[in-house]
């Protein structure tokens, strides 16, 4: 059995943060060993057994952290259980459909062989950094569009899969 996972993320404001860390305690309530920390420190994956990667999506793009991980440590994600999960919609319809991943994030999924990925509403309050980030705030389309129920039923499906031995 899987035991010991890695939810990874790539965030600016904190938003993916929370939903890596929402993961990772669905994870350990399931009976696995799972850290969330930021992909940018992570110097290995070594000590992992599976892993789950999650960045912000900025203008089509998962955010720079999360890109940089995967390609840093491909080869060792590749031999590993991998899922993806991108936050970014800031309005209802990651609740509502199911959304494809961005093209870059794709070219990931088939590159390493990644299980799954889902896409959740992403969040962007007052406070937020960034010169877009503001603009955004300014024309009203800011809020938190992220689903808790969601987040931890997904997380749900990866720990059953760990759990079944994959």
Sequence with gaps: MT??????YGTTNGSTAQIAEAIADVLRKDGLT??????????SVSSYDAVVVGGGLYAGRWHKDARRFVRRHGRALAERPLWLFSSGPLDPSASERDIPPVPGVQKVMTRLDAREHITFGGCLEE????WVAGMILRSGKGGDFRDFTAIEEWAGRVAAELAGGD
């Design 3 to 8: 035991r010991n996972v890695l939810v990874a």
């Design 34 to 43: 799972a850290d969330a920390l930021p992909a940018r420190t992570m110097a």
């Design 127 to 130: 406070g937020a950094k960034g």
